[in-house]
């Protein structure tokens, strides 16, 4: 079966960090480019972050550039978001998600499977 798990979720203060895992089972990774979302309480899913299957190459929206970061580790199978400075409208169910295309202009590219998805909370 393929499935995509996210992890590291959270409650944290406002200023916080935390890291985010995206692991895979029953396929390889490294076969696709994986993007990071967030859907908030009302709110429409919103792209955070996405990365090409080596690594080489990752784009992010305007307004998490500079606090977030993608990484992945193809040897584990995983692709992590390190998430610093949180502030309180960061808050959302997170949810990573694997295509099979890749752009370095942006990362409305498709995704084809998508994890269950983690809830991080920013609150003092």
């Known amino acids: 079966q393929l499935q995509l798990v996210e992890s590291g979720g959270g409650l944290v203060q406002p200023g916080g960090s935390l890291r985010l895992s995206c692991a895979a089972s029953?396929?390889?990774?490294?076969?696709?480019?994986i993007g990071w979302f967030r859907q908030a309480p009302g709110k429409e899913r919103e792209v955070i972050s996405c990365?090409?299957?080596?690594?080489?190459?990752?784009n992010y929206a305007d307004y998490v550039k500079g606090r977030f970061t993608i990484s992945r580790d193809n040897a584990e199978n995983t692709v992590y978001l390190q998430m610093n400075s949180l502030k309180p409208e960061d808050t959302a169910v997170y949810y990573c998600a694997a295509g099979f295309y890749y752009s370095r202009s942006g990362c409305d590219t498709g995704y084809t499977y998508w994890g269950q998805g983690t809830q991080v909370t920013v609150s003092s």
């Open positions: 029953g396929f390889t990774l490294d076969d696709y480019a």
């Open positions: 990365i090409s299957m080596s690594g080489d190459s990752t």
